[in-house]
Structures are given as C-alpha cells and as structure tokens.
C-alpha cells in the first residue's frame, strides 16, 4: 500500500540560491496529488526532493523535514539509494534504456540494484509489471525486442512497469503525459487511476484539464516574481481547488488569467 508523506519547512537551494520556500503539506497515501502552478515555481523541483533526485545537482541542498511515514528522509543514516527504491519516479520524457529489450527494462531496477532472482520469478515479475502498467498485451509477443523500438506512448508506460517493479510506496510523475499524443495521454491517466488502489501518486503537470481528472488533491505553487523563490499557495481537495480556491492568486491561474 501507499505511504502517507509530510513535509514540514521545506526549503530548497541550489548553491546560495533559495529556490522554493517554506514548503508545508501532508500527501496522502493512496491517492493523487498534483502539482500545478506557472514555469519556475519549484513544482518539479519540490517533487525532486520527495526521493531526494535534487541533490544529482551540484550544490543542492534542503532544509526542512520530509517524513515518509515518520521516516525523515534526509535522517543522517538514510541511504539515498534506499529512498529511491522506496520512491519510484517517472519522467517527462520516456526513457528506456535504448540497449535494452523490454524485459530488460523492466528488470532494469532489480538488475542495478544486484538482487538475485530466478529466471521464473523473473519472468513472474515482468508479466505483472507489464500487466500493472497495462501494457502486458500489447507486448508480450516480443518482450526481447528493443524498449526504443516502442511508440511514446508504450515507451511511457514501460517506463512505469519499470518503476513499480521494484515495489515502491510512491510514485513520482513529472509532467508524464506532456510528449504524448492524446490517446496515449488518456492511457495514462486511466492507468495513474489504477495505480493509486497500490501507491501513493504525486504528479507535476501543467494541464489543468489532466489535473482535475486525475487528482484527488492539488496543490498551487507559485512565485511573487522572477528571482524570487516558490512557494505553496494553498493545497485542497482537487474540486475546491477547480471550483472554489481560498486564494485569489489560485482562481487567477486556474482561470487562465495569469501563467
């Protein structure tokens, strides 16, 4: 099942610059949360701290607290390797490994992480990997041909096969549909909501329309001007947020009139 995550005084950096601020929010387990908000509010980069992928940048650091069921993340003793298997993430742009067969990909984590596996459960794993991210169909014919040689579509969801393999909580998604064609848009969402019934989903995404159909709770970033950190306006139920925001700055952007 899913795990809740609380984060308290998030502050993040890049070197001396202070990139999103004072970060307060509860996500809840089992369910969708989105992220929306205009360019260069921190969105991606908040959901970069949650499996701690912020700090491949040089001099990247936070301040704060991110808790994964009481568990700070940024604890002295936690490895950032382990937080990474517990926190799956999906990118912008699909990318399987272009070497690769589709089982390999999928596989990938395991392999990577040197765990030992019969070529039974193996192959147990990858039918229900590829069945998770309804892709088991369309592939299963020709799961030693090349992932590349997939269509965006099938690459995207591949590439959550190949993150649910390794038994995350949460599911991190920036921005996972914004290279897809419509109908493999729609795949997507309708597999984001199936996931959910199994993890915790956090997903950064600039179309509001995809946001109000497949959140259950969103949150608006936001920045008070170029140069200035981001910050959480506010963090509702995905209807109050569309239909009646506390804040006039969150009504302007959902109505298009700023972002």
Known sequence: MGQRIDINHLNVYYGDFLAVQDVNMTIRPNQVTAFIGPSGCGKSTVLRTLDRMHEITPGARVEGQVLLEGQDLYAPDVDPVSVRRDVGMVFQRANPFPTMSIRQNVL???????????????????????????????????????????????????????????????????????????????????????????????????????????????????????????????????????SNPHEEDTERYISGRFG
Request: hydrophobic residues 40%; charged residues 25%; aromatic residues 6%.
């Open 108 to 242: 990938a984590g395991i392999t990577l992480n040197n765990k030992r596996i019969s070529k039974s459960d193996a192959d147990d794993l990858v039918e229900w990997a590829l069945r998770g991210a309804n892709l088991w169909n369309e592939v299963k014919d020709r799961l030693d041909k090349p992932g590349v040689g997939l269509s965006g579509g099938q690459q995207q969801r591949l590439c959550i096969a190949r993150a649910v393999a390794v038994h995350p909580q949460v599911l991190l998604m920036d921005e996972p549909c914004s290279a897809l064609d419509p109908i493999s848009t729609l795949a997507v969402e309708d597999l984001i909501n199936e996931l959910k019934r199994e993890y915790t989903i956090v997903i950064v995404t600039h179309n509001m329309q995809q946001a109000a159909r497949v959140s259950d709770y969103t949150a608006f970033f936001n920045l008070k001007a170029v140069g200035q950190p981001g910050h959480l306006v506010e963090m509702d139920d995905t209807t109050t947020i569309f």
